[in-house]
């Protein structure tokens, strides 16, 4: 059945919602239409039910008894109810932030001169600003709006005083940094992934005045100047532990979601650079990720991604924290989407007993276990391949670096990933096929592989290159 937008936006509400939104419709004071009454009347009940939506010749019958099937009609009104439903869903935004709803007011008594009911609401308005402990970019724009509401009033009613012109032009800065930052943090993550580059605008020439200006006083412009530096080629290190002192002390300024956009952009930054061979930044990523979960902030509507858990094992296997990442499967496996559960798990336990030595079990589970992501698979795949050059499988072994092979120039990878995997095939074949005392011939490997790129599994393949071993 096609899922019209009436029945995807109806299927958001929480059952208070639904209905709040049921007596918004019924009390005649948002519409006197009585095909709409009855159309949501009936598929609130289906809702409530449990039952499918219904097709639109039932929801016809219901609306418009009696009467001859009409498609358009039947459009039209369900197109009006839904423009009734987003009118719901503003008005009661409005009335959860009463920061809105306050400026809403102070403009609609400024228009009708009603001075004190004006000042009354600027009050409110201003306590609601100060006692709330967001300091973010939607708080320095809500304060503009305060600030001019003020400045309009002042005009209008006492031209005499001084205007508060220069309060209003300090804040249209912290409020432009801040935004302009941080959306340069996100341009710059994207640089780093996809290879493109961006013009920063005004940005990059406001950097000296942002460092001697007295901005960094504020956390929602400094957070994201030591990020967009980090972000950068010079004092990465510098920055990135700014930013974290920062981030560690401010929290509680920002909203969840932006909350888990700082953790994510420096987790992106430090898997980065992990991946050029910084064990620093291990160490950095795996407090991130254990501070990101005691927040609670990597969880998104109390379930953590696949990614995440998998980015988390990976970490903790790489700095041999292996009881740590037992304790966080069998934690944390339950947060994962029902959907990938389980293979996430077995996945992972696997990497897990690969880490320590016990390559049957692993071998096991990375055989019998379905893995639908491609990125996954392919970790899956190079899990085996260790496990049978650490077991001695050598004819096992090529005809499984066929199958890699095969598999990689098949499936629709980036460039980097057939170039990665591909060196990895190359080398292992290289070695394998290395005589067991051509010292020569192995220290001449051990420079090709040191100075390939891109090389994942540059440190495992260097271990092996150095301790020798007899195909």
């Known amino acids: 059945m096609n899922n019209y937008q009436l029945y995807d936006l109806l299927d958001t509400l929480l059952t208070g919602e639904v209905r709040k939104f049921r007596s918004f419709i019924t009390s005649g004071y948002a519409t006197q239409r009585a095909e709409l009454q009855q159309m949501l009347i009936y598929i609130v009940e289906r809702k409530a039910a449990k039952r499918p939506w219904p097709d639109l010749k039932l929801l016809y019958r219901h609306a418009f008894p009696d009467q001859p099937y009409d498609n358009q009609r039947l459009r039209n009104a369900m197109s009006d109810l839904h423009a009734l439903l987003e009118d719901f869903l503003l008005m009661e935004q409005a009335r959860a932030s009463g920061t809105a709803r306050y400026r809403q007011l102070s403009r609609l008594y400024r228009e009708r001169r009603l001075d004190r009911h004006f000042q009354r609401t600027m009050r409110r308005q201003n306590r609601q600003l100060e006692k709330q402990p967001l300091r973010n970019t939607d708080y320095y724009q809500a304060l503009l709006a305060y600030r001019v509401s003020e400045l ?20 249209l800065d912290v409020d432009y940094l801040a935004r302009k930052l941080r959306h340069a943090c996100t341009q710059r993550s994207h640089e780093a992934v996809f290879k493109k580059s961006y013009d920063y605008g005004l940005l990059e020439s406001l950097i000296e005045r942002i460092e001697s200006g007295g901005y960094l006083e504020y956390p929602a412009i400094s957070l994201y100047y030591h990020c967009f ?59 991130l990720y254990q501070d990101g979960l005691s927040q609670q902030v990597l969880l998104d509507g109390g379930r953590l991604s696949r990614f995440t858990f998998n980015n988390i094992v990976a970490v903790g296997i790489r700095l041999e924290y292996l009881d740590e990442v037992s304790g966080f499967i069998a934690r944390y496996t339950a947060y994962l989407p029902a959907a990938y559960r389980e293979s996430a798990s077995q996945f992972n336990q696997a990497r897990l007993y690969f880490a320590r030595q016990d390559y049957d079990r692993a071998r096991r589970i990375l055989l019998t276990t379905e893995i639908s992501d491609l990125v996954n698979d392919l970790i899956a795949r190079t899990l085996l391949l260790k496990i049978y050059f650490e077991q001695g499988e050598y004819d096992v072994l090529e005809t499984h670096l066929e199958r890699l092979r095969g598999f990689v120039s ?13 060196n990895i095939i190359r080398v292992v074949r290289q070695l394998i096929a290395l005589a067991p005392y051509d010292e020569t011939g192995r220290v001449k490997l051990r420079e090709r592989v040191e100075k390939m790129e891109p090389l994942t599994e540059r440190e495992w393949l260097l271990s092996k290159i150095a301790g020798g071993f007899r195909p």
């Open 152 to 171: 309009e009033h002042q005009a209008d009613n006492r031209r005499t005083e001084p205007l508060q012109l220069q309060e209003i032009a300090d804040t």
């Open 410 to 422: 098949r499936q629709e990878f980036s460039h980097y990933h057939r170039e990665n995997y591909g």
């Open 229 to 287: 530096m980090f972000l950068g080629d010079a004092e990465q290190e510098k920055h990135f532990l700014a930013f974290r002192a920062l981030q560690q002390q401010h929290q509680e300024q920002f909203t969840t979601e932006e909350q888990k956009d700082l953790y994510m952009l420096a987790l992106n930054f430090c898997i980065r650079q992990i991946n050029t061979g910084n064990i620093f930044y291990a160490e950095e990523s795996w407090r």
